[in-house]
């Protein structure tokens, strides 16, 4: 109980001070918000009565203070460009980022957990050669580079996809998971290979463990052994690989909506920050950011559970 109090007080702290650092970075950005909102043939008249309505001519941390009150109720403020609930702006984009950070992780596990456990039972024979040759290709590809590939082959020459063609989920699940594959895999194929690394790492060292040895007197088959425990105690020393891989899976996906012309969260941030429409930019880090903290957060109480020794460290 005193490792869970100790880490969500951690978590807390961290998400507030996120939440704080992002709101005073924008106070001291150049640009009168007013402005930005008016345009620039408004009378100073027009602008200081419009800075009294949104609080501007408040403290800086009385604002932070309505802001945070706000935010926590689900209310992110108003889009100074068109004059939207920052809100449903970003729940109109964020499906499209769910589904490839959700896609992405899944093909990221169906992938390096079976081949990471071959490459570490096979260490050093052949299909743990080839399997070292095709990891180390596909981790010198950046996820930009990547997503342009897949883009020519499967969308230019092969005709898989057509490239711009973004479906919305309103119009066709079917269309918008079929688009969607193929960013995912351009995200998760970098992941898959260092987990495979990470892992096949890990199996061999189990694999000489005294556990293993007694497994396998107790008539236990290799299958058996592998993935009942070989396979539960390797995961442990990747936990957190996989937590920073969804993290780094949500920053691509923001990248990658450029490649594959998706109209989500990083086209939005993109447009935004062209805009200066702060309200929509500081909400979409803070989200962001806080998606990060909590999932490792999530990890660390996973570790907890895996390992009690841990908890009774903390």
């Known amino acids: 109980m005193k490792y869970l109090i100790k880490k969500f ?7 507030f001070f996120i939440s704080l650092l992002s709101f005073l970075a924008f ?28 609080g501007l001519d408040r403290p800086v941390l009385e604002q932070y203070g309505i ?23 970003i729940r109109e984009k964020m499906p499209a980022n769910l589904a490839i950070t959700a896609m992405s992780f899944l093909m990221m596990l169906a992938v390096s957990i079976p081949l990471g456990l071959l490459a570490g039972r096979y260490a050093g024979r052949i299909p743990d050669r080839i399997l070292t040759v095709c990891n180390q290709f596909v981790m010198a590809v950046p996820g930009f580079f990547m997503g342009i590939l897949i883009t020519c082959v499967f969308g230019l020459a092969l ?5 711009g063609g973004y479906v919305s989920y309103q119009e066709s699940w079917s269309g918008f998971f079929g688009y969607l594959i193929f960013p995912s895999i351009a995200i998760a194929l970098p992941k898959c290979a260092m987990g495979v690394k990470l892992l096949r790492s890990s199996v061999i060292g189990e694999l000489g463990q005294d556990y293993v040895r007694t497994a396998y007197s107790r008539g236990n088959s290799q299958a058996q052994v592998l993935l009942s425990h070989v396979l539960k105690n390797s995961l442990l020393p990747i936990l957190t690989f996989w937590a920073l891989a969804i993290a780094d899976i949500v920053a691509s996906s923001v990248i ?19 805009n200066r429409d702060y309200p929509v930019v500081q909400a979409i880090i803070v989200l962001i950011a806080g ?11 996973l570790y907890g559970i895996i390992d009690p020794r841990i908890e009774l460290r903390g």
């Open 9 to 15: 007080c951690t978590l807390i702290i961290t998400l």
């Open 27 to 54: 106070q001291v950005i150049p640009g009168d918000a007013a402005l930005s909102k008016l345009g620039t043939g408004a009378t100073e008249q027009k602008r200081e009565k419009l800075r009294r309505e949104m």
């Open 67 to 89: 802001w945070l009150k706000n935010f926590g109720q689900g209310n992110m403020g108003e889009s100074y460009t068109y004059s939207l609930p920052v809100s449903e702006m």
């Open 159 to 163: 005709h898989w996809f057509t490239p």
């Open 256 to 274: 990658l909506e450029q490649v594959f012309t998706i109209p989500g969260l990083g086209t939005l941030l993109v447009q935004s920050i062209s």
């Open 291 to 301: 998606l990060v903290v909590t999932i490792n957060f999530l990890v660390d109480l």
